[in-house]
Each structure stands twice: as C-alpha cells, then as structure tokens.
C-alpha cells in the first residue's frame, strides 16, 4: 500500500506525519532538524512511501537536498496557494504536517518549483548584491535628505557615491554635527559600493548568460547583472504557461478582488518572487532615465496618473518583454511594448 508523508518545518524541529492510501494516519512524531534523525524515522517505510511533501519555508534547502539524496521523492508545497481544511476545529504541527500529506494523496498539492542545487550559492550571492544596493539606496536618500534641508540643494546619486572625490564634505562643513552625520554616511556609502563591485566583479568572471536568457540585455534598463538575476530567478521560463503567470509571479501586476464594480479587498501581495519585482523595479529605473521610447511611455503614464503608478506600470511592460524574450529566444523590440 502506498504511503504518503508531509513534513512541517520549523527553525529547530519538524512534525513528520504519514497516511496511508485511505488517509488512515500511520506514523507521527516531532524531530529536532537533524537530518540523520530524519532519515532514522523515515526508513521503515521508505519502500512504501510514494513522495514526501516539504512546504516551501524560508529554511527549507537542507532538508529538501537531504532527503533528495537519501533517494526519496520529494514535493515543494507553495504556501501562497494552499488552502486550509475548512473542517479544521483548530490547527497546530501535527495537523499542519498530516495536511501536506493528505493533499499529496488527494492529488491536490500546489507545488512549488525545487530550484537545482548547484546554482543556489551564485543566486544567493546576488541576492546579496541586491540586499546591499537596497542599504546603499537607503543611505543616500537619507543624505540627499540632510543636503536639502540644510543647503537647498539636491544633491546627484553619482556625485554621492564618487569615490575619489568627497562632494559632501564641504557642503555640511560649517556645522560639526552635520559635518559628521555626513561623513559616516558617506564613508557607509562608498564601502557598500565597493562591496557591490567586488559581488560584480566575482559574479561576472565566474558566470555568463545562458543562450536563452543572452537577449534580455536587449531589453531596456537590463544589463548583464540584472539579466544574470533575472535569469537566476526565473529558472526554466517553460514552467510559466502565458505571460500572465510571469509577471504575477514577478509581482508586477496589481492585486484586487471586486464584485458588481465594488471592491472586495485584495489578494496576496508576497505571492510571487520578492527579487524579480526589485528586478524589473530597477530596470524600470534605468530604463526611464536612458532609453527615449521607455521614457515616452513613463511619461505618457506620468500625465494620467503618480510616478509610483507609471513606474510599475513601466515594470509591469519590462517583464512582460523578458517572458518573450527568453520564451521564444528573441531580440527585444520596442514596438511590441511600446506602442
């Protein structure tokens, strides 16, 4: 008889729970996060057990790749999309845990995509780039902040974070106070900047572009950083089945419910990949600022509507180019988008 299993993870411990083909339960027990453990608890019914189900936490690399090794089928529950049992009088781990199970013997579990192993650490790495651009950005609005409202002045990014030259120094110079909020600000600055490079530097002599992902840097405000990010974050684009699914997926589409023209509240706002909605973000960024045809577009938007509302409509555009882009291997072209 085939066996199910579902795993609820937490930090330090994880509920393990098995049903059997008619979701009688036949195993339960809480273990400390020791794969050895694990894998003890396990084997008297690893000949039976048809896939594991693990949902997709924030911790869940280790355990996923553990019992992946050890041979056993494994399932990545997508928290977003599963649905409590409405006949639940209460929840707690081990229900949790005898839940992933049922809906994998139901046939009912939303799955979550296992992204290859190998190429995690790199993807995190980049995550990590991102991580510091945010601190970096942070930091320089706080600065131009104090440059504007002590010189009434604004002050560029670029001339903030040149690195040979101290352009802030002698703005905040006559008071000693701001004199020395500036300088570690700026001093902030320029180490996180020369951390980014050092992350670039390593990223770009280490990894390229993959043929299908090569024309993203065709698409306005990508560069060979953001497309590696994208690349990394999207996986095979083949398992988005149309355009829609990318870009919801990427967080750049709005998110409400309505009934007879009324609103009825929105949906969740963090179903999707944090790091491909700052992607497209930031190319809408530079895409605005560099490119002729984006820049008409924004500002088309910008006539009807705020900036925040043109920015992520522009984002929304960007992302919709690359899910063509890398689905059919194609150049970027404007006249597609920007019309």
Known sequence: MELYSGIDLHSSNS???????????????????????????????????SGIVVESTYNWYWLVDGLIAAGYAVHLANPAA?????????????HDA???????????????YI???????????????????????????SLQNIITRNCGIKMKNNDIK???????????????????????????????TRKIWAIE??????????????????????????????????????RFEKVGNYASYCRVV?????????????????????????????AAEFARRYDEKARVYYNRKLRKTNFMVAHAALAHKLARAAYHVMKDQVPFM???IFT
Do not use: C
């Open 15 to 49: 509920y393990l729970a098995i049903v059997d083909a008619s979701g009688k339960r036949v195993f339960k027990e809480r273990s400390p996060n020791d794969m050895a453990t694990i894998l003890r608890l396990l084997e008297p019914y690893r000949d039976q057990l």
């Open 82 to 94: 599963i649905q409590k049992y409405s006949g639940l009088k209460h929840a707690d781990d081990k």
């Open 98 to 112: 005898f839940w992933l199970a049922e809906m994998r013997r139901l046939n009912i579990l939303p799955e979550g």
């Open 115 to 141: 992204y290859p192993k190998e190429e995690r650490p790199i993807r995190d790495l980049l995550r990590k780039r991102g991580h510091l651009v945010n601190l970096r950005s942070s930091l320089l609005i």
């Open 162 to 192: 040149r690195l040979r030259e101290n352009r802030v120094h002698p703005l905040l110079t006559d008071n000693e106070d701001l004199a020395l909020a500036g300088q570690v600000s700026k001093d902030t600055i320029d180490f996180l």
């Open 201 to 238: 530097t390593f990223i770009e002599k280490k990894l390229e572009l993959r043929d299908a992902y090569k024309n993203l840097v065709t698409i306005p405000g990508i560069g060979k950083i953001l497309g590696l990010t994208i690349m990394l974050e999207t996986g095979p684009v083949d």
């Open 254 to 282: 709005s998110t409400q419910w309505t009934s007879n023209g009324k609103s009825k509240g929105k949906g969740n706002k963090k179903n999707g990949n944090k790091y491909l909605s700052w992607a497209f973000s930031e």
């Open 334 to 336: 404007p006249e597609k």
